[in-house]
């Protein structure tokens, strides 16, 4: 069974910093795209960021030039560090990877359970 374990969500003021993690564990056998999205109360999902099997990254325009992700292949492990945080940022945090859990088997999206991120003024 594949679980995603993330952390390092919390409160800060705007304008500091955190630093997401999110952990993959369980029968893998490739991860291919990793991303971060984020959901407030009563909204839709919305992409914050996502990085490719080769490096390759994209980010939502919003965050743009304030939040990078990476990932650790090592690990199983991809990261969002936030910085100059606004209000606006305040949102569930998920983490989500596209992965394959035997050489044969096709991809399938993994959720996180989601990490709770507060800005305040």
């Known amino acids: 069974q594949v679980r995603l374990v993330e952390s390092g969500g919390g409160l800060v003021q705007a304008g500091g910093s955190l630093r997401l993690s999110c952990a993959v564990f369980g029968r893998i056998f490739s991860i291919n795209d990793m991303a971060w999205y984020r959901q407030a109360p009563g909204n839709q999902r919305e992409l914050v960021a996502s990085?490719?099997?080769?490096?390759?990254?994209n980010y939502a325009d919003s965050v743009k030039g304030r939040f990078t992700i990476s990932r650790d292949n090592a690990k199983n492990t991809v990261y969002l560090q936030m910085d100059s945080l606004q209000q606006e940022d305040t949102d569930v945090y998920y983490c989500?990877?596209?992965?394959?859990?035997?050489?044969?088997?096709?991809?399938?999206?993994?959720w996180g359970q989601g990490t709770q991120v507060t800005v305040s003024s």
């Open positions: 989500n990877v596209v992965a394959a859990t035997t050489s044969l088997s096709r991809m399938f999206k993994f």
């Open positions: 990085i490719s099997s080769d490096g390759s990254t």
